[in-house]
């Protein structure tokens, strides 16, 4: 069996029946269980907290679409070298987009990639906040907000971003290591 996380991981037999019922749910749904979900399912509640708000913030309607949400997790994931991240997420942005080639490359280099004016600002800011969050300034605002991101949109992306700030340090300072499924999904 590949080793997933650097520390222990409950079985279903160890795992705590909330962090069970949710396998469940995503082996139905997804036809695997992400190993995020396993390797963080050593201290339960802890898991199904992060699980609760992540779910909110990349699952639910908001104010920005689910492509811009992944799109948002994989510039995240790519700055922070975050392999489990940029995997998976890349796996869901080339669902989203039906274009493999778009997702693939804003994940190596969104710079590159053909995107509008929305989203390319949306990409920056994610980017800045992600790698120099302490020369945030009101003016990094302007972009976005010239793109047509309504206040409501720019919390959520702030959120998102920092939903996969703490996510991408919690993978890579504990190695996990993503599902194989991801790597061929949507290609």
């Not at 997804?30 to 913030?57: E, I, S």
């Not at 991101?149 to 996969?164: R, T």
Request: charged share 20%.
């Amino acid at each position: 069996m590949t080793t997933i996380s650097w520390l222990a991981v409950p079985d279903d037999a160890s795992a705590p029946e909330g962090v069970r019922k949710l396998w469940q749910k995503s082996g139905a749904n997804l036809g695997f269980v992400p190993n995020v979900f396993r390797a963080q399912a050593l201290n339960g509640d802890q898991f199904l907290a992060w699980w609760a708000y992540f779910n909110l913030l990349v699952n639910k309607d908001g104010f920005l679409s689910p492509a811009d949400r992944e799109m948002l997790a994989v510039v995240v994931s790519g700055a922070n070298r975050c392999v489990y991240c940029e995997v998976s997420h890349g796996a869901a942005l080339r669902g989203l987009l039906a274009d493999p080639v778009l997702a693939d490359v804003v994940a190596v280099n969104w710079r590159h990639a053909r995107l509008g004016a929305r989203e390319a600002a949306m990409c920056a800011y994610a980017e800045k906040l992600t790698l120099s969050p302490a020369e945030m300034t009101e003016a990094d605002l302007t972009p976005l907000r010239d793109a047509g991101l309504s206040d409501n949109a720019i919390l959520e992306l702030v959120q998102v971003v920092g939903m996969f700030n703490l996510t991408n340090r919690v993978s890579s300072a504990l190695g996990f290591v993503p599902n194989a499924e991801y790597h061929a999904q949507h290609r």
